[in-house]
């Protein structure tokens, strides 16, 4: 999170107060000298680059490696062409594509930070090659492997091979039926972890923790962003392909991670209670503000709109969800980095929760072995009881229908984004659901089949806010869904969702701008010529922009397409970045009477305000008027910069659903050019 593995930065000498640490505990790396985030970090004008530039690759090594490449490249496309009509072969590609992959990128893009890196690379393809025989002889070894295994999956966001690693016990059997237990491990901040350095450690170095007979998952979580966004996504990614090829217990997932690790585990630990036998988070950061302020020694002055997103990620505005999921966090006792779980357990107060908060005597950034040693102890206890999975009472809060369901309650519609919505739900033996629920429009109490533990015999009862509602009976294969609407005055009914094709903000479709790249996006670029000079120069950079960081930070090639050769299959599979404006983007042009703005050659209009079209261009999300299950976004990447790269508790959505950018004003490192007006859309998608 806020300390990088690797060599001691010039900028040390800033940190008056800050000590360099040993690692101990961060699981991935081996043991090196660590160091804090700098005052220097906090200069927006002089932002050093992450990743940063590595060596220089001698050029008989380079030449050497290339044709490594090349000719594992080769091997790639025969084997995509040979195991088309075998997809249970062709599903293995990316074990193969990761090393080509790591390899490509640190050659291509100075990524090598030292020179011992050379001969991993060159071992690297080697695997790649022996793994690429394998395929073509229709084996593969390395799925009946034990200890570390490096194993690789194809994103949906961006069609990459994306690595994770795992260590399979000796005491797996991959005959029978027996289930296994399984931790995540979050990996601490290295801003020099390349593909490369990943895959390298997690093919020699054991982690931190080994529960017992238990599997652990190391995501790379792509790259060092504290797995939020694609890295959120890149959980659940390597989760599911790992479940296509090893028996996992569902009702025994654990999170755990340190330092920015830590910070990851708060995050899903909130956002997904209801997935997971425990949460353990060490150290890290647990919000954005209180944080920066305290360690980063940051003056903040955020805009209305960054402030209100600060409730994305900032996972003391979500402690209530915690009652959900058992949760154990760890300190060291003299480590700054206690902040974050301070910060939790007074949120927890607050609700009523008393966190479980071990502290390591006299120690630092790392664990102390004592206390991890009762760490795992009380975890055992608590896998071995495992997740309940249709839990008497139920709590949810949210700010966004992003992560709007727990357990058997799922919230459908709020009253209004980025305002709490909540609901308290239990059920009693034999027909009795009580809820108290705030800030909700509607909700479904949603058992499956075989989960309803109501009587089928006595006809449910339900106390909503006091009211008294009559609902249908359970199911006889006990399952149960019932609908609830508020209407007018505040009275609740039981009703019918409404159809897909209402506009309206719904689960995976509720924005921001940054919420559009954590699923299956194409970038478009325009072919035609712009309205004004100065907005098509901005656009070209911009996008330009975009690519680039998104290749450095989430670690995949976006997709580009030009605006002519946008298909059928793109508009119904992904959410379209359409770059431009409606004369420059053929797609832009084809659904900008759709949108809730006008643009043309004089003006960008926005409601009630209108801005000089020579110098303006509009940025925004939105349902795909071609494709309404789907986004369009204009003129935007993430919206986070190079200056908040330096910090991960910086990495959060910069933007709301739609913007105003003055082109003639200065790029930096923390905008795209002068905001002149930025605002979220209402419910139904709606101006507001």
Request: glycine share 8%; proline share 5%.
């Amino acid at each position: 999170m806020n300390l990088e593995f690797g060599e001691l930065n010039s900028r040390v000498s800033a940190m008056n107060a800050k000590v360099l640490f040993l690692i101990g505990a961060c699981g991935l790396m081996t043991c090196g000298i660590l160091r804090a985030d700098g005052l220097a970090d906090n200069k927006a004008d002089k932002v050093r680059r992450i990743p940063s530039i590595g060596i220089d690759v001698p050029e008989d090594t380079e030449q050497k490696l290339r044709k490594g490449l090349a000719d594992l490249g080769q091997k790639i496309e025969g084997l995509k062409k040979a195991l088309a009509k075998e997809p249970e072969w062709l599903d293995l590609l990316p074990d193969v594509e990761i090393y080509h992959k790591a390899v490509r990128y640190v050659l291509d893009y100075q990524e090598f930070h030292r020179k011992s890196e050379f001969a991993v690379a060159e071992q690297q393809l080697q695997t790649g090659m022996n793994r690429a025989d394998e395929l073509n002889q229709r084996q593969a070894s390395w799925l009946k492997q034990k200890g570390l295994v490096v194993r690789g999956y194809r994103s949906k966001i961006d069609d990459s091979a994306q690595p994770y690693g795992l260590e399979i016990p000796e005491s797996y059997s991959f005959e029978g039926d027996a289930k296994s237990r399984l931790d995540f491990w979050f990996h601490g901040r290295g801003e020099k972890l390349s593909e490369l350095s990943f895959i390298s450690q997690r093919s020699r170095s054991k982690g931190k923790i080994s529960p017992p007979n238990g599997i652990v998952l190391h995501p790379y979580g792509r790259y060092s962003n504290a797995n939020k966004f694609a890295g959120e996504v890149d959980l659940f990614e390597a989760l599911d392909h790992a479940r296509k090829y090893y028996r996992i217990d569902e009702d025994r997932i654990l999170v755990r991670g340190f330092s920015m690790g830590g910070a990851a585990c708060w995050q899903f630990a909130v956002h997904y209670a209801d997935q997971w036998a425990a949460a353990q988070p060490g150290a890290g950061f647990s919000e954005t503000p209180d944080f920066l302020r305290t360690f980063q020694k940051e003056t903040l002055t955020p805009t209305p709109w960054e402030k209100t997103l600060w409730h994305w990620y900032d996972c003391t505005d979500w402690a209530i969800n915690l009652s959900n999921c058992p949760t154990i966090a760890y300190s060291g006792e003299i480590d700054s980095q206690k902040q974050a779980a301070d910060m939790m357990e007074k949120a927890m107060d607050k609700v009523g929760l008393d966190l479980v908060h071990l502290i390591g005597p006299g120690m630092a950034h790392k664990f102390h072995p004592d206390t991890l040693a009762e760490i795992e102890t009380r975890l055992t206890s608590i896998a071995e009881k495992g997740r309940v999975r249709v839990p008497r009472a139920v709590r949810l809060t949210t700010w966004t229908l992003k992560y709007n369901r727990m357990n058997w309650v799922v919230i459908d519609e709020m009253d209004e984004h980025w305002k709490k919505a909540s609901i308290e739900a239990e059920w009693e033996w034999p027909n009795g659901i009580f809820l108290k629920v705030e800030g909700v429009k509607s909700f479904t109490l949603d058992f499956a089949p075989g989960e309803c533990p109501l009587d089928q015999v006595h006809v449910p009862v339900v106390e909503l806010n006091g009211q008294g509602l009559q609902v249908p009976p359970v199911r006889s294969d006990r399952s149960w869904q019932v609908h609830f609407v508020k209407g007018a005055k505040g009275k609740w009914m039981v009703g019918e969702k409404e159809a897909d094709s209402i506009l309206k903000k719904r689960h995976d479709l509720q924005g921001p701008i940054d919420d559009a790249f954590m699923d299956s996006f194409v970038m478009v670029k325009p072919t035609g010529e712009a309205m004004n000079a100065k907005v098509g120069e901005w656009v070209g950079k911009e996008m330009e922009h975009a690519v680039t960081h998104w290749r450095q930070q989430f670690r995949g090639d976006a997709r580009v397409v030009e605006d002519v050769k946008v298909d059928e299959a793109m508009i119904a599979n992904s959410n379209l970045v359409l770059w431009g404006d409606p004369s420059s983007n053929a797609v832009l042009k084809k659904i900008i009477a759709k949108l809730p703005i006008g643009w043309s050659k004089d003006s960008v209009k926005v409601g009630k305000n209108t801005f000089a079209g020579k110098d303006h261009v509009m940025v925004m999300i939105f349902p795909n008027p071609l494709n309404p299950k789907r986004y369009v976004v204009l003129n935007s990447g993430f919206t986070y910069r190079e200056y908040d790269y330096l910090n991960n508790a910086r990495q959060v959505a910069k933007l709301p659903d739609w913007a105003v950018i003055d082109v003639t004003s200065p790029v930096t490192s923390r905008a795209p050019g002068k905001v002149e007006k930025a605002g979220f859309f209402g419910e139904k998608w709606e101006l507001k």
